[in-house]
T-cell receptor, first 112, second 114 residues
């Protein structure tokens, strides 16, 4: 099935640094969702975006819904060790029955 | 927390045996989903439900069946478990708001088929 493009697979940053992650697609989506997954747990929703151009923050996290509706980015500012984990993007087309399309995730490591 | 509980959280079973995973939700959501997560494949949809007794296949439904006899419970059954079904299984629900739909996941069920 279709996948969203997230790269690189892994990112290594120093504590205190900002990091930005992109998610791109060849298709248009009407909803973009960003999740974080810790080892042994389920994905936890970080930010939901519903409108092209929308910029939404959740604490140190900021995400934007691309104006073309084919991409989204997530920015983490002033990273801390607990930001370590896998970050997934997901897109959904119109309709409550519309299924999610996922990226394969980016594994973030934060060096103290 | 969207009120999703998965059981069992961990299970080891033998090849050829049937296995049922249960997803229970407390908030009356209409849409429920079963995903599996595997290295290199990410999250893949197995089956989903859009109401009591209303279910449909996802992209990797072979070898799996589902049932939803009550709004709050969505069961995933592996009819005859195989080693390729060793995976982490996540239940999810869809919550609608005025802005749009949001998908929330349960904590996962780790299944090992030996």
């Amino acid at each position: 099935g279709q996948q969203l493009n997230q790269s690189p697979q892994s990112m290594f940053i120093q504590e205190g640094e900002d990091v930005s992650m992109n998610c791109t697609s060849s298709s248009i989506f009407n909803t973009w969702l960003w999740y974080k997954q810790d080892p042994g747990e389920g994905p936890v929703l970080l930010i939901a975006l519903y409108k092209a151009g929308e910029l939404t923050s959740n604490g140190r996290l900021t995400a934007q819904f691309g104006i073309t509706r084919k991409d989204s980015f997530l920015n983490i500012s002033a990273s801390i060790p607990s930001d370590v984990g896998i970050y997934f993007c997901a897109g959904q087309k119109t309709g409550a029955n519309s299924k999610l399309t996922f990226g394969k995730g980016i594994t973030l490591s934060v060096r103290p | 927390d969207a009120g999703i509980t998965q059981s069992p959280r961990h299970k080891v079973t033998e090849t050829g045996t049937p296995v049922t995973l249960r997803c229970h939700q407390t908030e009356n959501h209409r849409y429920m989903y079963w995903y599996r997560q595997d290295p290199g494949h990410g999250l893949r949809l197995i089956h989903y439900s859009y109401g009591v007794k209303d279910t449909d296949k996802g992209e990797v439904s072979d070898g799996y069946s589902v049932s939803r006899s009550k709004t709050e419970d969505f069961l995933l059954t592996l009819e005859s478990a195989t080693s390729s079904q060793t995976s982490v299984y996540f239940c999810a629900i869809s919550e609608s708001s005025g802005a749009g739909n949001t998908i929330y996941f349960g904590e996962g069920s780790w299944l090992t088929v030996v």
